[in-house]
């Protein structure tokens, strides 16, 4: 099992960025998904999570500003990003629980991608 995240980049105050994250291997379901992130110098936070049922829940500081959805079909997770700030530059991480064919579960992380915010 991995997770291949895609997106970032650098973009100016107040635009917008789209993150995808999709799992992929030899899985039975994917339970909640989600998003953190990592400034330098700063510990990994978390940015927002979602439940395979749709429920999300969102760090205070992106709240109004950044959307979680995915689609199951496609294992997938996604992190829409608008008015971003300098504050939001950060390397940001997927994360997923996995769960196999025979019960057993684990969570897994995708390899990070830096978002930087600077005009």
């Known amino acids: 099992v991995q997770l291949q995240a895609s997106g970032g980049g650098l973009v100016q105050p107040g635009g917008s960025l789209s993150l995808s994250c999709a799992a992929s291997g030899s899985i039975f379901r994917v339970n909640d998904m989600g998003w953190y992130r990592q400034a330098p110098g700063k510990q990994r936070e978390l940015v927002a999570r979602?439940?395979?049922?749709?429920?999300?829940d969102y760090a205070d500081s992106v709240k109004g500003r950044f959307t979680i959805s995915r689609e199951n079909a496609k294992n997938t997770v996604y992190l829409q990003m608008n008015t971003l700030k300098p504050d939001d530059t950060a390397v940001y991480y997927c994360?997923?629980?996995?769960?196999?064919?025979?019960?057993?579960?684990?969570?897994?992380w995708g390899q990070g991608t830096q978002v930087t915010v600077s005009s």
């Open positions: 979602i439940s395979s049922g749709g429920s999300t």
């Open positions: 994360d997923a629980e996995i769960v196999y064919h025979s019960g057993l579960y684990a969570r897994f």
